[in-house]
C-alpha cells in the first residue's frame, strides 16, 4: 500500500516499523505540503497532535481512508468543530509516540458503517486492530499515563524513587518501560496535556493531575 504519514520523523519510523517493508511510505510534516501526495496515497497516518478543524478540512474530498491521531480529542468531537460534514473514512488512533508500533492497532470508528472496511484495510496493512469507544485517551494512552501520574505521587510522597518505580513495574510487572521510562518517551507535556483531556471529558477524580507532573509541565513549557 502507498501509506502517507504526516508527522515527524519519530512517526514515520515508527509507522515502517509497525507494517514493515512491504509497503511504499510518503512523509510530509504537516498538512499542507501532504496535500500534494493525496492523490498518490491509499491510506493516511496523521500523528499531528492537537488537531485544528481547519487542518482536518486539508483532508475533504479524499479518496483515501484517514487514521487521525485522537489520544487527546474524539473523533465525534473534532468533527463537530466543522462548519459541516465531512465526507471521508476517518478512523481514530493512538498517535503519541510508543503507542501505534504493538501487535493490536488501537482503533475508534466515527461511523459503525466502516467496520467492514477497517478490517479490510488493517487486512492489507498486516495487522490485527481492535475497536474502542471514541472518546479522549482511547484505552491504552489513558491506562498508561494513568499509572505515570500515580507514579509522580508516589515521588512526591516520598515512597519510592523514579528508579526504584521503573525497576519494580519492569521486573514486577513485565511492563516494556518504567512509567518514568515511559513519560520521558512519550513526552512530559504530551502526558499532561492527555491527563488533562481525559479529565475534562470524564469528571473523574483519578485523573486529576499531580502537582509534581503539573510543575515539570510547566517547566518544560517555559511557564
Known amino acids: 500500500m502507498n501509506i502517507l504519514v504526516v508527522g515527524g520523523n519519530d512517526n514515520a519510523n515508527e509507522c515502517r516499523h509497525k507494517f514493515g517493508p512491504d509497503h511504499t511510505y510518503i512523509h510530509e510534516e504537516s498538512q499542507e505540503p501532504a ?3 493525496l492523490d498518490q496515497c491509499e491510506v493516511v497516518f496523521d500523528f499531528l497532535n492537537d488537531l485544528k478543524p481547519n ?6 474530498g479524499i479518496r483515501a481512508p484517514v487514521f487521525i491521531n485522537t489520544a487527546k480529542i474524539s473523533l465525534h468531537v473534532l468533527n463537530h468543530q466543522l462548519t459541516s460534514p465531512l465526507a471521508i473514512r476517518q478512523f481514530g488512533f ?45 484505552v491504552t494512552p489513558r491506562v498508561i499515563c494513568t499509572i505515570i501520574n500515580e507514579a509522580y505521587f508516589t515521588v512526591e510522597e516520598g515512597t519510592a524513587t523514579r528508579e526504584d518505580i521503573d525497576l519494580a513495574m519492569t521486573l514486577g510487572t ?15 507535556n504530551e502526558v499532561y ?10 469528571k473523574n477524580e483519578r485523573y486529576k493531575i499531580c502537582p509534581l507532573l503539573k510543575k515539570e509541565h510547566l517547566a518544560a513549557t517555559g511557564v
Open 174 to 188: 513485565n511492563y516494556p518501560f518504567g512509567p518514568f521510562e515511559w513519560c520521558r518517551k512519550i513526552g512530559v
Open 193 to 202: 496535556e492527555l491527563l488533562a483531556a481525559v479529565y475534562e471529558d470524564s
Open 94 to 138: 493512538a498517535g503519541l509516540p510508543t503507542f501505534l508500533d504493538r501487535p493490536i492497532l488501537e482503533v475508534s470508528l466515527l461511523q459503525p458503517e466502516h467496520r467492514k472496511e477497517l478490517t479490510d484495510l488493517c487486512h492489507r496493512l498486516g495487522t490485527d486492530f481492535q475497536i474502542v469507544e471514541d472518546r479522549a485517551g482511547l
Open 35 to 37: 496535500r500534494a501526495s
Open 55 to 60: 487542518q482536518l478540512e486539508s483532508y475533504r
